[in-house]
């Protein structure tokens, strides 16, 4: 069984390859009555472009990811390991169906926040120094969460609009979490 990241691999390679492969068409297809066949390579091409620049991205992102999990965790992770954006760590009681691109419930965002530790064995001065983190954080997932708006408002490509809409999605969970988190250290 391929593992993610090859096939993330994989299929920029196969975009790179169609990109060549239809400008070469386009270039062959000079003459006039040829306008309306050009045209439609040309869109797909665009499109093309953009798959492929997606999984460039993808796969920097995957590579930064296992970078940032090393550091902080440190220790490596598996090569097959599939890194879930969003929430990770919170276990959804099976009744709760599949969790794509929503927010989760006040409930379990709750049973979530039980692990954290009281605040109480955490020093006022450093209670106060995470208060502030958590400040920057909010203000930051604000100015992303309007950017993300008002991408979303203008792209008309389809797959971008959708990418917008999930990446906005993934902000709003992030707030959430963070709203969250700070009324945990708030008192």
């Known amino acids: 069984m391929e593992r993610l990241i090859e096939l993330v691999e994989k299929a920029k390679e196969v975009e790179k390859k169609a990109e060549k492969e239809y400008i070469r068409g386009m270039k062959k297809l000079k003459e ?24 460039e991205a993808l796969e920097k992102s995957y590579s930064e990811a296992l970078d940032l999990i090393e550091e902080f965790e440190g220790e490596a992770i598996a090569d097959n390991t599939v890194l879930i954006p969003g929430v990770p760590m919170i276990a959804m009681p099976l009744e ?33 120094e995470i208060r502030e983190i958590l ?20 792209v008309s490509h389809p797959i971008i609009k959708q990418l917008m809409e999930s990446i906005a999605n993934n902000e709003e969970q992030h707030s959430i979490l963070l709203k969250k988190l700070f009324e945990k250290y708030k008192q």
């Open 96 to 128: 709760f169906g599949v969790m794509n691109e929503r927010i989760p419930p006040i409930e379990v965002l709750e049973e979530y926040f039980k692990e954290f530790p009281e605040t109480a064995v955490i020093p006022e001065e450093k209670l106060e």
């Open 32 to 55: 006039p009555e040829y306008v309306d066949i050009k045209n439609l390579f040309l869109r797909i091409t665009i499109d093309t472009v953009l798959h492929k620049n997606i999984m």
């Open 135 to 154: 400040e920057k954080y909010l203000e930051l997932q604000k100015e992303m969460a309007n950017v993300y708006k008002k991408l979303t408002k203008k």
